[in-house]
């Protein structure tokens, strides 16, 4: 078998690890889940609030239409009110990791430091001195951030293309998949003292075992509420995948 389609297996593997993992443990899995419902209950509270006022929303956004006659007005605020209502969908779905481990950061920092303790490793703590790898971790929070919003405008522009429009969800499944396996690996990562940029350069060695690792866990969090799960036990699957490939011990000790 070539090693990319390996590594897209074992990327795979160490996903459903994840999962075993968390399990494991009733506590991991309770701690991790409260970023993510909170996370989830504030986008909850925007749609609530994007719905209830939908109208004037959508008439700030068309002023050009305040002339128009009935039912053209209506229809072409209705029509530009559903482009916006799922581009917000499609921007809070692309940021909700994002959001959730700004949140969550000290709980999902201790969560992967004791998954490593558990895989049999020997980093503990940061590298870097507590104010260092607070700024440095709202630094990559806000470039990832960044990197989101880029490539969700980029696809949305691509998704109006005729024909290239057919294979942007596909484009968007990837690329989310990618963006997911990298955010999740850099909290690993930065505490051996590997930063976001170095930690990307690591991960295009292995491309398709990123995406093996991403793939499944971008798929369930498209599920309502399933993000509660799947953050932390995307989480722990990151810590074995930094350690895979890293070439750290992946063993239970």
Not at 92 to 97: I, K, Y
């Amino acid at each position: 078998m070539i090693r990319p389609v390996r590594d897209a297996f074992t990327g795979l593997g160490i996903a459903g690890r994840g999962y075993a993992l968390i399990f494991s443990s009733r506590r991991h899995l309770l701690r991790g889940a409260v970023p993510a419902l909170l996370t989830s209950l504030l986008y909850l509270a925007l749609l609530i609030t994007l719905v209830i006022f939908s109208g004037d929303i959508t008439a700030w956004l068309t002023p050009f239409a305040d002339g128009w006659g009935e039912p053209l007005r209506s229809l072409t605020r209705i029509t530009v009110g559903i482009v916006a209502f799922a581009a917000v969908i499609a921007l809070a779905q692309t940021m909700f990791l994002t959001v959730t481990l700004l949140i969550g950061g000290p709980i999902y920092e201790s969560i992967s430091e004791e998954i490593d303790e558990q895989l049999g490793g020997d980093v503990g703590e940061s590298q870097t001195g507590w104010f260092s790898s607070l700024v440095a971790g709202l630094g990559d929070a806000l470039r990832m951030l960044l990197r989101s919003l880029i490539w969700a405008v980029v696809l949305l522009c691509l998704g109006f293309i005729p024909i290239l429009g057919l294979i942007v969800p596909l484009l968007a499944v990837l690329v989310g998949s990618w963006l997911l396996a990298l955010e999740i690996t850099s909290l690993p990562m930065g505490r051996r003292g590997i930063g976001l940029v170095d930690c990307r350069r690591t991960m295009r060695r292995r491309r398709m075992l990123a995406l093996g690792f991403g793939l499944p866990n971008y798929l369930l969090m498209l599920i309502p509420f399933a993000a509660l799960i799947v953050t932390p036990a995307a989480l722990a699957g990151g810590t074995v995948l930094a350690r895979t490939l890293l070439d750290e011990e992946t063993v239970a000790a």
